[in-house]
């Protein structure tokens, strides 16, 4: 059965920090990779999404892949209490990959990030 | 705005009694919609996958006769959740895939509450 792990926090950070969070998946044949913030009572929202090995910025955001290492990251530079939140890595279980359908989801990690 | 409406956004019912809840994409043309639930501090589980106009796949553990859901068009899901029981309540999401650039978005979710 595909997989998506994280460790569940929390992840305590002081303002103004990097926030580290990190994803492992189960299934090597994956090949989109995406990051969703998630508040308290509300759904998802898409932060960054990443299909190729390296490094992919995107303002104080960085996601890098490792498909080798089957390891998915989130780089959160200059963390703000707003960032405060519940952070999900997902892995498109879709056969063949390409196109996000499929969705699965890990139990996510609680970000706290103290003022 | 919103791309993805949901409703109700919150449900109470007594136990026994079958909820509907419509998810509604607002901007384009949703050919999958796919239906998650969430339990509380638990990650996004995924209950089944709606093509239009064609029967929805469950996923395993998923009973199709008590999840019923209708995709009747490219813009309107339903998921009715069938003499609902209080391990029910939960928080169920759409979210919905589709238009010319594969877009992905969730709907606010519904909160269901079953006494």
């Known amino acids: 059965q595909k997989e998506v792990e994280q460790n569940s926090g929390p992840l305590s950070v002081p303002e103004g920090a990097i926030a580290s969070l990190n994803c492992t998946y189960s299934d090597r044949g994956s090949q989109s990779f995406f990051w969703y913030r998630q508040y308290s009572g509300k759904s998802p929202e898409l932060i960054m999404f990443?299909?190729?090995?390296g490094d992919k910025e995107d303002g104080r955001f960085t996601a890098q892949l490792n498909k080798a290492s089957q390891y998915v990251s989130l780089l959160i530079r200059d963390s703000q209490p707003s960032d405060s939140a519940t952070y999900l890595c997902a892995v498109d279980g879709s056969l063949g990959g390409g196109a996000t359908n499929k969705l699965i989801f890990g139990t996510g990690t609680l970000l706290a990030v103290q003022p | 705005g919103a791309v993805v409406s949901q409703h109700p956004s919150r449900v109470i019912c007594k136990s026994g009694t079958s909820v509907k809840i419509e998810c509604r994409s607002l901007d384009f043309q949703a050919t999958t919609m796919f239906w998650y639930r969430q339990f509380p501090k638990q990650s996004l589980m995924l209950m089944a996958t709606?093509?239009?106009?064609?029967?929805?796949?469950?996923e395993q553990g998923v009973e199709k006769d008590k999840f019923l859901i209708n995709h009747a068009s490219l813009t309107l899901s339903t998921l009715t959740v069938t003499s609902a029981h209080p391990e029910d309540s939960s928080f169920y999401i759409c979210r919905v895939s589709g238009g010319i650039y594969n877009e992905q978005f969730f709907g606010p979710g519904t909160r269901l509450t079953v006494l």
């Open positions: 709606s093509n239009e106009g064609s029967k929805a796949t469950y």
């Open positions: 990443i299909y190729s090995n």
